[in-house]
């Protein structure tokens, strides 16, 4: 899921002049520093909140460390950091937006206070905590739930989930979110979301999600539940 931005300078003569290079220099300089990550900054957000600040303690719906014991709230624990980061970002309603790129009426409220550095922070935090997974559950759909993970359902054009998420769930920095050992019923009702278009802040993920029937959904999301 990333873009590349390439600049091409094109001079006529044999030499770029200093004048040339200047504008791009200039520009570099001018961009703004990114606030070093503090976990321990994250470590107290997360678990305690900032009552002078209105953020509310995120353990109180995750868990202590991001894992949580409810299966309507993701674990986070050992969550890459950028996924994190976006996840946030994306629940807050952006300048000159009516909506968040994640609608959340619950999620938006929390994560609206929250600045890059606190989002960053959190994220660091999580992204440093071990995960207590959580289990499959249905011996019954284990079969078809594997075929879909391992090998995507090709007469609807589906990939393979681990192509994205890998063999054991554990996604890629920056890319692919760690699904691992998550709640079979969160993974089936984010699944359901983005085939409806509830969710909308990944259009491969509503794609995908929207070629799968209900039955496929529920067992590849109790499967992922198991993976290590």
């Not at 760690?178 to 509830?198: C, D, K, M, N, W």
């Amino acid at each position: 899921m990333k873009h590349v931005l390439s600049l091409m300078l094109v001079a006529s003569g044999v030499m770029l002049g200093a004048s040339a290079v200047t504008p791009s220099l200039a520009a570099d300089a001018a961009a703004p520093a990114r606030p070093k990550v503090d976990a321990a900054k994250g470590d107290q957000l997360f678990n305690n909140g900032d009552a002078s600040r209105n953020i509310i303690a995120c353990a109180s719906c995750h868990g202590p460390g991001g894992n949580s014991a409810a299966a309507a709230n993701p674990k986070l624990a050992g969550q890459h950091p950028e996924y994190i980061y976006k996840q946030l970002t994306n629940f807050q309603v952006q300048q000159g937006a009516k909506t968040a790129d994640r609608p959340s009426p619950v999620m938006s409220a929390l994560a609206a206070p929250l600045t890059e550095e606190d989002k960053r922070n959190i994220a660091a935090y999580l992204g440093a905590q071990t995960l207590k997974p959580a289990v499959a559950k249905n011996k019954d759909t284990v079969e078809l739930g594997q075929r879909i993970y391992r090998g995507g359902v090709a007469a609807k054009g589906v990939p393979a989930c681990a192509s994205c998420h890998g063999a054991n769930g554990a996604g890629i920095p920056s890319q692919y979110p760690h699904i691992g050992g998550q709640f079979p019923e969160y993974t089936e009702a984010q699944l359901v979301a983005f085939r409806s278009g509830a969710r909308h802040n990944n259009a491969p993920m509503a794609t995908i999600a929207g070629r799968l029937s209900d039955a496929e959904i529920k067992a590849v999301s109790d499967y992922v539940a198991g993976l290590r």
